[in-house]
Structure formats: structure tokens, C-alpha cells
């Protein structure tokens, strides 16, 4: 088993910027991949970043240019940071494991992510 705690949501004006930490915990030796999905209000979950073990990173069009994902080597922290923040990025950001690489899928199908966070909310105000 393993457990996500993910940390530094907050509010922001509009072109800020914030960085949000997830804390793995448990068996991360046989984790894959690391990601951050969102969840704005009336809107399904998307994918936001993820990276592997091998240090491929997928990111959602949306972001690209302005987020960066990255982790440690151990596979017990993954950071989002988060800039040029746009008041469309206000959601809550959740972090998610993968013991296995996508095979076919890409790095941001969550179905194919095992374990989750409870999430971080972040407010962007224009």
C-alpha cells in the first residue's frame, strides 16, 4: 500500500505562482509513476503532469510552458510547480501513484493510476 498527502494549495492572484508537494509513503520502491490530476467544480477530474521512474513527463496542453512536475529520486515526493497561474487552473489538485507504466494509455489516464490523495485546493483570482 501506499499514502499521498499532498500540501500548498492556497489562494493566488492571477500570474502567480504556487508549488504543491505530495508525501509518498509505504511500498514506493514498486511505484512507476507520479501524477497530478484537478477537479474544477461541475467538471470531471483531468490530468494535469506526471513523470516516471525513468523520468519521462507527459503534461496536459493546457499547462504546458507554465507547470513543471518533477520528484525525487526515490519515488516519495512529486512537486507541481505551478506558474503564470490563470484563473481556470482554480481547482482541487490531486496527487496519484501508478505501479505500472501506461502500456498504450498515456502517462495522464487515470484509470490506470492505483492510489490517490485526498487533495490540495488552489484558488486563482483574476
Known amino acids: 500500500q501506499v499514502q499521498l498527502v499532498e500540501s500548498g494549495g492556497g489562494s493566488v492572484q492571477s500570474g502567480g505562482s504556487l508549488t504543491l508537494s505530495c508525501a509518498a509513503s509505504?511500498?514506493?520502491?514498486?511505484?512507476?509513476?507520479l501524477g497530478w490530476f484537478r477537479q474544477a467544480p461541475g467538471k470531471e477530474r483531468e490530468g494535469v503532469a506526471a513523470v516516471g521512474r525513468d523520468g519521462v513527463k507527459s503534461y496536459a496542453d493546457s499547462v504546458k510552458g507554465r507547470f513543471t512536475i518533477s520528484i525525487d529520486g526515490a519515488m516519495s515526493a512529486v512537486y507541481l510547480q505551478m506558474n503564470s497561474l490563470k484563473a481556470e487552473d482554480t481547482a482541487t489538485y490531486y496527487c496519484?501513484?501508478?505501479?505500472?507504466?501506461?502500456?498504450?494509455?498515456?502517462?495522464?489516464?487515470?484509470?490506470?493510476?492505483?492510489?490517490w490523495g485526498q487533495g490540495t485546493q488552489v484558488t486563482v483570482s483574476s
Open positions: 509505504g511500498y514506493t520502491a514498486g511505484l512507476y509513476r
Open positions: 496519484a501513484a501508478a505501479r505500472l507504466p501506461p502500456y498504450g494509455s498515456g502517462y495522464l489516464d487515470q484509470n490506470t493510476y492505483n492510489y
